[in-house]
Nanobody, 128 residues
C-alpha cells in the first residue's frame, strides 16, 4: 500500500519561496507516476506538476511554469516541489499523489482523478 506524507507548507509573503517535500513508501521507486496538486477554497483540485520517477520531462501547469520545479530522489523515496516567486493565487492546500502508469500516460495532461494514492495535504498561504 502506497503511503504519502507531505511537509514544508507554511506562510510566506508574495515573491517568496517554499519547498514542499513528500515522503513516499510502498511503491517501485524507479517506475511510478507522482505529482503535486492543489486545492484552494471554493475551487476544484488542480494539477500543479507531475513527474515520472523513471525519467522524462515533468509536466507543469501553465500557471506555475518557470516558477515551480518538481523533482524526486528515488534513493530516498522523496518527492519535492520548489516554489519560487509565489503569489497570493498560489494559496491552497497542496497534495502529493501517486499512481502506477507508463511514462506517456503519466506525463500527458495528468488529472487528479487518475491518482489513487494521496497524502493528507499541507497548507501554503501567500500574503500580498
Amino acid at each position: 500500500q502506497v503511503q504519502l506524507q507531505e511537509s514544508g507548507g507554511g506562510s510566506v509573503q508574495a515573491g517568496g519561496s517554499l519547498r514542499l517535500a513528500c515522503a513516499a513508501s510502498g511503491y517501485t521507486a524507479s517506475s511510478y507516476c507522482m505529482g503535486w496538486f492543489r486545492q484552494a477554497p471554493g475551487k476544484e483540485r488542480e494539477t500543479v506538476a507531475v513527474i515520472y520517477t523513471g525519467g522524462g520531462s515533468p509536466y507543469y501547469a501553465d500557471s506555475v511554469k518557470g516558477r515551480f520545479t518538481i523533482s524526486r530522489d528515488n534513493a530516498k523515496n522523496m518527492l519535492y516541489l520548489q516554489m519560487n516567486s509565489l503569489t497570493p493565487d498560489d494559496t491552497a492546500i497542496y497534495y502529493c499523489a501517486g499512481r502506477p502508469a507508463t511514462p506517456r500516460a503519466c506525463l500527458s495532461a495528468p488529472m487528479s482523478h487518475e491518482f489513487g494514492a494521496w497524502g493528507q495535504g499541507t497548507q501554503v498561504t501567500v500574503s500580498s
